[in-house]
């Protein structure tokens, strides 16, 4: 976490606000208006490993709704209400009353439904089918029999560890664009796929399935589909093998996530730890530290004493069952893989290898766009009704309006090319493609801020503002590019941690530098057509929007009335 740059808080930044950019009325984004059909996917199970609640409070000041006041107006350009749901001057009392409600009550259940979303999974698979792993070795003498190390045959296990530790190379890691080895923040051994070679696939043991299940489900017929390339082979050995927190350097717009598979040689600590909007999951693989096994002994006694007298027999029978699983018809337990697989752009560390070495295949994963043909499903989810039924609500932004969503996750482009609509992840996705599928229309803008003060040393504005395009450069030359656009968002969440990584993410990066990618963290903006009373439904988005404000994605955006598109 330490090498994540600190960005001051509003409060530090508030009394320092600065004039307003320029406003720029930049080209079309065409990552905005790409011809690429959304790939919809979502992914709403909860993961049992995950604590806390997810979602950063809104942080309003109080309970109540309150509206802007007449004399706290031009609030397209105040920073002091940001982000206090805007009044709209043009409605009427009751009309005004009843969308703040509406906002609160769609604010509270992205609050709450954000747990839902999952940004890791994992499991283990027992070595029933043997893997081996071969390599090259840096000497020639050497017998293939000597660069082979096999699961769960154990055969010479210990030599060939020492000869694999030998042929690999220290590990790098990606910093401000350059590739460096640097043992205080990353200490491992790293080869790559040129120079081994395995029989274990992640799809054959139904890792992919299980990652597109969790992370990639579709919101479509046709799920998105994932593919997994191996990346690296790495060894993190005792007593100090550990890599400090990063995100992973992000290979295409389309990486989405990575994937850690490790085999079963001995070794304690080096859990893997990973953290996403103050929610943190722990991988713990370790499978022969004293301390470890001490720690699960005092634990299992406990557990039997609180069990009491009256332990539960069908307990101990499904207990008996699942160790069964893992074990040979001898009885002898069989080493079993672990695996890990969670979105790249969420903090992570490997904690120190204590003793023994830990093994790993690491995989980048890609989402593959799905058939474009495909219907959308009627998913079933209270957040989706909610949407629906704000749409069907005559008082709800008669006029038309704006939402606005600080995205949960950040999401890698270059400066030409961007399908954050094939991969959304979490909370996005639903947002996204919920109110797109219910006929409004949605688009996508950097977040752009700089706390860092401006050419002729003047501190920036405080708060989050949103660019007109995606695109790789200095923060200071993007800066002056931004275009506000849409002028009254109501903004549903404050983005907490979001607002602060901005479009330059945290230069320390997993593995090697990647060159032109950069992850951002974006505002997903929704555009609620108006309502029209006599034909009893909501109008096409041109009817209610300035021409300049209808870059809305590609889909369903001509429809007359949007209760066309629910049928
Ligand atoms: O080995 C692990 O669990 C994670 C490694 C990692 O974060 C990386 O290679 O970027
Ligand atoms: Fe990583």
Known sequence: MDDHPHYPSDKEEDENVASSPTQCDGPNPDLIRSDEESAVETDYGSN??????VLSNPGYDDETPSISSEENKSNEESDDDFPQIRKNQELSEDDQAETLEILFDLRETLTTSKKDFVFACGGSIPTTTPVTLRWDPQNDSKLASQCKLSFPDTTNQEDNIAALVNDMLPASFGHGGETVYDETYRKALQLDPSKFSTNFCPYTTGIIKEVTHALAQSFRAEASSVRAELYKLNIYQGPSGHFRSHVDTPRSPTHFGSLVVCLPLPHSGGALELEHNDKTIIFDWSNSGEQKADEQDEQDEQAEQEKGEEADEQDEQDEAEEQGENEEEDGQEVPSIQWAAFYSDCTHQVHPVTSGHRLTLTYNLYAVPHDPLSKPLTLDLPLLRQMKSILSNPHFLPKGGYLGLFTTHAYPHTSASFSIKTYLKG???VFWHGFQS???GVCLRPVVDNHEPDYFGNPRRSKPNLGNYFKICQIDQFHREYDLGFKEVHWLNEGGKEREAQYCYPSTYGNEAAASLEYSWCAI??????????????????????EREKNWDD???????LSEVWE
Do not use: A, H
């Open 48 to 53: 049992p490993r995950s604590q806390d609640e």
């Open 427 to 429: 909370l996005d996705k």
């Open 438 to 440: 219910l006929g409004c």
């Open 525 to 546: 903006i929704v555009g609620i057509p108006g309502y029209d009373e006599e034909l009893g439904g909501r109008m096409r988005l041109e009817k209610t929007f300035e």
């Open 555 to 561: 889909r369903d955006c001509e429809v007359r009335l």
